[in-house]
């Protein structure tokens, strides 16, 4: 079993930036693409950004390209996104996770390891 945990989150203002992490334990997430998602309450969990294994190929939510990097560091087994020009509407619990399909256009439910989520929080 993977576990994961998110940190990084934290409450900014209009235009600022974070960068948050995944560290994964338990089993290595190296063979893995890797997937980052948010949640706003009342709302189903959304697609932001996934990247391959390798760290070759990384696939955005339309919302998100341009603003959010995602990277990882296999050594480290971690995964990170970087989210610059924030907007209120980011305003979500993020979550990584993991999938076993090999490519960045994996559906929901193939990611079968999930972490509990970091708070962002974007003031207007």
């Known amino acids: 079993q993977v576990q994961l945990v998110e940190s990084g989150g934290g409450l900014v203002q209009t235009g600022d930036s974070l960068s948050l992490s995944c560290a994964a334990s338990?089993?290595?997430?190296?063979?893995?693409?890797m997937g980052w998602f948010r949640q706003r309450p009342g709302k189903e969990r959304e697609f932001v950004a996934s990247?391959?294994?390798?760290?070759?190929?990384?696939y955005y939510s339309d919302s998100v390209v341009g603003r959010f990097t995602i990277s990882r560091d296999n050594a480290k087994e971690t995964v990170y996104l970087r989210m610059d020009s924030l907007k209120p509407e980011d305003t979500a619990v993020y979550l990584c996770?993991?999938?076993?399909?090999?490519?960045?256009?994996?559906?929901?439910?193939?990611?079968?390891?999930w972490g509990q989520g970091t708070q962002v929080t974007v003031s207007s």
């Open positions: 338990g089993q290595t997430i190296s063979g893995n693409s």
């Open positions: 996770a993991v999938t076993q399909n090999l490519g960045v256009m994996a559906r929901i439910d193939e990611y079968v390891y």
């Open positions: 990247i391959s294994r390798s760290g070759s190929f990384c």
